[in-house]
Nanobody, 124 residues
């Protein structure tokens, strides 16, 4: 059974930082590209916004223009864990963040099970 457990969210002021983690189980982590998506308040699954993706080796990454230069995705294949370092946070980054398996590094390529997500709230 695939499990994705996101953590690390919270309330921060504009300009602050957070590090999100996603502990995974139930599948072979090293076989999959992974990514982060987010859902802003009032948005459903179809309104999710792709944030970033990383290949299965942890070498190639990609980012949405809205977060490029501020967020860094990484993974620890020994721990089956995905990370998202978020710096210079802005109020528009407020959302629930989810980690996802993906089939590539581009937008819209996430699939499969959802975790519970972790809430990030950035105050101005």
């Amino acid at each position: 059974q695939v499990q994705l457990v996101e953590s690390g969210g919270g309330l921060v002021q504009s300009g602050g930082s957070l590090r999100l983690s996603c502990e995974t189980s139930g599948f072979t982590f090293t076989n999959f590209f992974m990514g982060w998506v987010r859902r802003a308040p009032g948005k459903g699954v179809e309104g999710r916004e792709w944030v970033s993706s990383i290949d299965n080796r942890g070498i190639e990454t990609s980012y949405a223009d809205s977060v490029k230069g501020r967020f860094t995705i990484s993974r620890d294949n020994a721990k089956n864990t995905l990370y998202l370092q978020m710096d210079a946070l802005k109020p528009e980054d407020t959302a629930v963040y989810f980690c996802r398996r993906t089939i590539g590094l581009r937008i819209g390529q996430d699939f499969g099970s959802w975790g519970q997500g972790t809430q990030v709230t950035v105050s101005s």
